[in-house]
T-cell receptor, first 113, second 113 residues
Framework: DGGITQSPKYLFRKEGQNVTLSCEQN?????MYWYRQDPGQGLRLIYY???????QKGDIAEGYSVSREKKESFPLTVTSAQKNPTAFYLC????????????FGPGTRLLVL | QQQVKQSPQSLIVQKGGISIINCAYE??????FPWYQQFPGKGPALLIA?????SEKKEGRFTISFNKSAKQFSLHIMDSQPGDSATYFC????????????FGEGTQLTVNP
């Protein structure tokens, strides 16, 4: 069953704590993306990666970090430097070459305790 | 500034009616224009997409109209159904720039029975 999986579905963060959101895809896609969605708003790009061991900052990268050690995986860490982390986080992937859409995972909702 | 402006913010339509959502973009280098449908608590799903070499694309009840000179594109949902009630996002990208999607702010569509 191909697709993009994100875990956990809900995540709670305490003050000063780093948390990591998982994103895995078995679509053999080259590029992967992380977006943040706030209530009633569009999607804002946090980080993206086109190949393994390489990634670029998006529009709102401050307070976040990523790694891309495997083609299938692109975890996002929300650090304690991110002062307003409560949001819905969405991972997406895409075949890099040529035209094509980004396909999204089911999302992780992060809440602050 | 690579913005995509979407309107209206919310839309209420009667069952069987036509829903129309509009988007305008600024960057003439954009060459890929997808529409996504998102249900509450879920990730966005690709609905339909168009490239600027055609003025219209139809898939079932969903049609994209594209006006390159006006830098505008719109989504038409014919025979709208209550199951179409969701948030719709337009987006745009330049395929040679790492396929970064720039999203509109979304339209919340409600189709009344």
């Amino acid at each position: 069953d191909g697709g993009i999986t994100q875990s956990p579905k809900y995540l709670f963060r305490k003050e000063g704590q780093n948390v990591t959101l998982s994103c895995e895809q078995n679509l053999n896609h080259d590029a992967m993306y992380w977006y943040r969605q706030d209530p009633g708003q569009g999607l804002r790009l946090i980080y993206y990666s086109q190949i393994v061991n390489d990634f670029q900052k998006g529009d709102i990268a401050e307070g976040y970090s990523v790694s891309r050690e495997k083609k299938e995986s692109f975890p996002l860490t929300v650090t304690s430097a991110q002062k307003n982390p409560t949001a819905f986080y969405l991972c997406a992937s895409k075949i890099l070459a040529g035209a094509g859409a980004q396909y999204f995972g089911p999302g992780t909702r992060l809440l602050v305790l | 500034q690579q913005q995509v402006k979407q309107s209206p913010q919310s839309l209420i339509v009667q069952k069987g009616g036509i829903s129309i959502i509009n988007c305008a973009y600024e960057n003439t280098a954009f060459d890929y224009f997808p529409w996504y449908q998102q249900f509450p608590g879920k990730g966005p799903a690709l609905l339909i997409a168009i490239r600027p070499d055609v003025s219209e694309k139809k898939e079932g009840r969903f049609t994209i109209s594209f006006n390159k000179s006006a830098k505008q594109f719109s989504l038409h949902i014919m025979d709208s159904q209550p199951g179409d009630s969701a948030t719709y996002f337009c987006a745009a990208s330049k395929e040679t720039s790492g396929s970064r999607l720039t999203f509109g702010e979304g339209t919340q569509l409600t189709v009344n029975p």
